[in-house]
């Protein structure tokens, strides 16, 4: 079995290029940056999405949220860092195919969520 590091990596650039690939019609950030709460839902959703094509059809219903994912895996670039972040994650053998991105994902949303959500205010 792969290492967390290599299992997150490979995650990753798929799931960015998955992010990438869905046809843009509007700014991917839309209006601003979406809430953490919604970056969350995004994130659950994500753990549950059996095949790429449902994760196809969720990045485009929330590209904006989408976007920010992709970003934030992309921060985590080096080992010590994903390893950090995967601590207490179980595995198991049967897994959707980025459950463990998503795992990672929601672990960060919730962070945000506890941190900002009553303080959280979008730009006009």
Not at 4 to 12: H, I
Not at 32 to 57: I, K, N, Q, S
Request: aromatic letters at 8%; a positive charge.
């Amino acid at each position: 079995m792969a290492t967390n590091a290599q299992m997150f990596r490979r995650q990753s650039r798929q799931f960015s290029r998955l992010v990438m690939g869905v046809r843009l019609q509007t700014d991917p950030y839309g209006a601003g940056l979406p809430t953490p709460a919604r970056v969350l839902t995004f994130a659950e959703a994500l753990l549950l999405c059996p095949t790429e094509d449902a994760v196809l059809a969720h990045i485009a219903r929330d590209r904006e949220a989408a976007e920010l994912c992709r970003g934030h895996a992309n921060d985590m670039a080096s080992a010590f860092d994903i390893e950090s972040a995967a601590i207490g994650l179980e595995r198991s053998t049967y897994e959707t195919p980025f459950y463990l991105l998503a795992s990672v994902l929601v672990r960060r949303a919730r962070l945000s969520v506890e941190q900002m959500d009553e303080k959280w205010r979008r730009k006009p």
